[in-house]
């Protein structure tokens, strides 16, 4: 039997007014277990602390009972206390008398009563306590970051910069992401290949950093500190080291492909360079359409380099890498314009998507940066953009606001405005959300000087007549129906998750929101950690953001990562599940209700098992551990039976 | 019967309906002391069986406090503790305890007065029931619980 030591608190006034604390020691002093019992007025303060110090010595007690207020507020300092004393924290129970008795009832005997019972309940879970100590495991001091857009390129250069390694992994032939595309960014209209192509070289030659390009996930194991990666690489047909990119190999080759860079505006062939200051510097062959790896259909490409850097024979090749933490960047796509037959996208060339009209615009583009319509080169003389394209829209398309789009919108006027200067932009917009810094600067300006045309409304459909987009629209202002003839169209178009993001949801087994987008810890408090230990979100995976947000959280997430890589043990606490290996019939019924993966199953011993870092200790496997075999430290069966008996006991 | 005074048992969780009650108590909010609370760090510790044996031992009512739908701190302990209890109510009916004696509630840290409400609300609503009826278990005591404690 344990020597148990409760020390029950006056708090002042505030617990001694309603519960009649003489009584209760009284009370309590014959009850089983209880080797002491004594009163005060602050037990949180100097001499009551020292009070339960002199109990714990002179009368040898081995665990407390402290009748106090909430545990929230004091269980720390008296876990202290006994710690001081030689115990260990777990031997202390906190029995709250204060906020959930005291202060919301009112008759002295009725709240005299609840705290004894409070009191008791403490009493019997205390008695089947044991003295725990935190779970600890080891860190493997490098970083993955899972995706190369600016996000990506930010943390891991963060966190290369503070001196450890990290693995980038990016899924196309570059890093550089949808920034890369951009022609000017807002506020500044500062060039975005200005601003990016430093950061991609400097991650390129970082020593710190490993960059694999054509990429991809395939699985991750383990836990928080401890994980086991394995990255597939595509078939490498053009060695890196070899290609001095002379270009002679796309001159010969015979095959036509969109552009994905260009967004499908101009063609490339099927080996290529993605764009100019692709990094890493090389060409890639793209397999899916290619003719054929045999000389005998095609191999032009081979015969032609002199370089000798095309090898056919190139297989995809699994790299494994040992890492401490994760950083999901994956970053975004456009919602599928597909979806938006109403609007004519593919039928008419000249209804174009947001990123196409950035190429467009960018001096780098199909056009060299001249204001040109896709379908007959012609200069548009009036723009229609349209705002909220499938976003903001709950009934058929996406319900959320993509948060970047007011802005590039006003941007893409303003250009075109700076290009054309007869030009007619028009916008037809729901709100303007301008909310970042120097944002509502940039839309005033526009508004007052630019001769930018703003109407409130919706489109609801667009048509061609003679060489001129028809536009349909609503002025829900004026409430008149709008018809405006167009050169060209421009669709402002809703943010999705990256189109890979749902394969790799499986393969990191973390939470996403009803759009897709992975799920932060906490929506304010905890923004770039991933409710899995271990994993942390920047940029646009998380949700919808603009560049400085997107560097900002990447940042926040190497910061958080960095936190974690320098410490040399990661610590847990140990009020988690165990197994009985006797009563474990290995039904894997608890595996199932785990959200982190923690419980296991061993294949030799046919029983479930727990990971004492991934478990968090919710009980859900507890409670649905059909045979008793699974248990919380310190809150078993036993104890929680114990409690209910004793608040049902009729004394 | 006017002076009968129902015993609760509360299971409340850690991050939402615990810290909602504590709230209920700093802002001084009344509310009858019929229940008595075993915190627990997600509802869906919660098992079953501890409903049972507490009805077993006289508990006129049982509340379950758990954080809102799309709350929970585990992510997705409170669909398991939802489904559970929707089936237990069922085998309580069938055992001939009403179903209502089972309670089971979402309510945040920042919900103090809905905490004080419900505990008012669910005590009347248990007084009007009356006491629980006495069930005779003394034929056959292997309930799980004392199965496990006897295995072990």
Known sequence: MKRIGVFVCHCGVNIKDTVDVEKLTEQLADYPGVAHIENYMFMCSDPGQNLIKDAIKKKNLDSVVVAACSPTLHESTFQGVIEESGLNPYQCEIANIREQCSWVHTNIEEATRKANLIIKTAIEKLKLNESLFPVSAPVTKKALVIGAGIAGIQAALDIADAGYEVTVVEKKPSIGGHMIQLSETFPTLDCSQCILTPKMVQLSKHKNIKLYVNSEVESVE???????????????????????????????????????????????????????????ATYTLDIENCLGLEPIACGKCREKCTADAINYDAKPKIFEEEVGAIIVATGYDLYPVENMAEYGYGKYPDVVTSLQFERILSATGPTGGEMRRPSDGKIPEEIVFVQCSGSRDPERHLSYCSRICCMYTLKHAKLYKHKVPDGQPYIFYIDIRSGGKRYEEFVQQAVSEEEILYIRGKVARIYKEGDKMIVHGMDTLSGKKIELKADMVVLAMGIVPSYGTADLVKTLKLNTDEAGFFVEAHPKLRPVESLQAGFYLAGAAQGPKDIPDAVSQASGAAAKTLALLSSDKIYHSPIIATVDKDLCSGCRICIGTCPYGAREFDETEKIATVNDILCEGCGACISACPSGASQQKNLTDKQISNMIKAILSTE | MNDF??????????????????????????????????????????????????????????????????????????????????????????????????????????????????????????????????????ENTSTAESQRTQRK
């Open chain 1, 222 to 280: 383990g836990y928080i500190g401890n994980f086991k990666v394995k990255i597939k690489r595509k078939a490498q047909y053009v060695s890196p080291d070899k290609c001095n990119l002379c270009d002679d190999c796309t001159e010969v080759c015979p095959v036509l492909v969109p552009n994905e860079q260009e967004e499908g505006l101009a063609w490339r062939k099927a080996i290529y360079i993605p764009f100019p200051q692709a990094i890493p």
């Open chain 2, 5 to 138: 005074e129902p015993k609760i048992v509360c299971f409340l969780c850690k991050w939402c309906t615990y810290a909602g009650a504590d709230l209920a108590g700093t802002s001084r909010m009344k509310y009858p002391p019929n229940g008595v609370v075993i915190k627990t760090l997600c509802s869906s510790r919660v098992d079953p069986q501890y409903i049972l044996l507490a009805f077993k031992n006289g508990a006129d009512g049982v509340f379950i406090g758990g954080c809102h739908p799309g709350d929970c701190h585990y992510q997705t302990g409170n669909y398991k503790t939802q489904r559970r209890v929707i089936l237990l109510k069922k085998y309580l009916d069938q055992m001939g305890i009403n179903p209502v004696r089972l309670r089971m509630e979402w309510i945040s840290a920042s919900e103090g007065r809905k905490f004080a409400n419900t505990m008012k609300e669910f005590v009347e609503q248990i007084k009007s029931l009356g006491p629980i009826p006495k069930m005779n278990f003394t």
